[in-house]
């Protein structure tokens, strides 16, 4: 059977005996909001029902049990053991209320997530067509690019001009060059071997 008592301020408390246990819960609300936590202490068998009692350091809770007499206390929403009896002669005697259930979870158990399942491998990439616009064409691999009578390339692209490490075009002007040409045609530049 559990006990509860009104605090004010929007908190209840909530004290019940199981076993050697007594758990005590401290709920608070307000518009909208809700907040509960919780603590147990060993006791032992209640022998009587607990008592509350209002003092200027906050609220006693006097707990009769086979082992002897407990006081707890609360201040705001600390609680903890007293290791002293205290005076309650000039506190205040709170109502308390029984037969009541203490405050559970409101929500529903979640439920276990269900196992990841592995990633499937992932099919190689197919080649992407050229990219052509007017006459200009670029493909992505290996990276080649042409337009017009120009071209680059990066990567594993195999031509003769890179493999040799000569240019297919003039560094000065652009103009298409021949791997045997030591000048440039068009501008006279001369062409690195």
């Given at each position: 059977?559990?006990?509860?008592?009104?605090?004010?301020?929007?908190?209840?408390?909530?004290?019940?005996?199981?076993?050697?246990?007594?758990?005590?819960?401290?709920?608070?609300?307000?518009?909208?909001?809700?907040?509960?936590?919780?603590?147990?202490?060993?006791?032992?068998?209640?022998?009587?029902?607990?008592?509350?009692?209002?003092?200027?350091?906050g609220v006693v809770i006097k707990l009769t049990t086979a082992q002897g007499t407990h006081?707890?206390?609360?201040?705001?929403?600390?609680?903890?053991?007293?290791?002293?009896?205290?005076?309650?002669?000039?506190?205040?005697?709170?109502?308390?209320?029984?037969?009541?259930?203490?405050?559970?979870?409101?929500?529903?158990?979640?439920?276990?997530?269900?196992?990841?399942?592995?990633?499937?491998?992932?099919?190689?990439?197919?080649?992407?067509?050229?990219?052509?616009?007017?006459?200009?064409?670029?493909?992505?691999?290996?990276?080649?690019?042409?337009?017009?009578?120009?071209?680059?390339?990066?990567?594993?692209?195999?031509?003769?001009?890179?493999?040799?490490?000569?240019?297919?075009?003039?560094?000065q002007c652009g103009t298409p060059v021949q791997p045997s040409d030591r000048f440039c045609?068009?501008?006279?530049?001369?062409l690195q071997r």
């Amino acid at each position: 059977m559990a006990y509860t008592c009104e605090l004010g301020s929007g908190q209840r408390i909530y004290l019940e005996n199981v076993g050697e246990q007594t758990a005590i819960t401290l709920a608070a609300g307000s518009a909208g909001q809700q907040q509960q936590s919780g603590s147990q202490f060993t006791t032992g068998p209640w022998t009587a029902p607990p008592e509350l009692f209002r003092t200027q350091q906050g609220v006693v809770i006097k707990l009769t049990t086979a082992q002897g007499t407990h006081h707890l206390q609360l201040q705001g929403n600390q609680l903890g053991m007293m290791s002293q009896s205290p005076s309650l002669g000039n506190a205040q005697q709170m109502q308390m209320s029984s037969d009541v259930s203490m405050p559970g979870n409101s929500m529903p158990p979640m439920q276990p997530m269900q196992p990841m399942q592995p990633m499937q491998p992932m099919e190689p990439m197919q080649p992407m067509p050229p990219m052509k616009m007017g006459n200009m064409e670029m493909n992505a691999n290996p990276m080649q690019m042409r337009m017009g009578n120009m071209e680059m390339q990066m990567g594993n692209a195999a031509s003769s001009a890179s493999s040799t490490g000569k240019a297919k075009f003039c560094s000065q002007c652009g103009t298409p060059v021949q791997p045997s040409d030591r000048f440039c045609a068009n501008c006279g530049h001369q062409l690195q071997r």
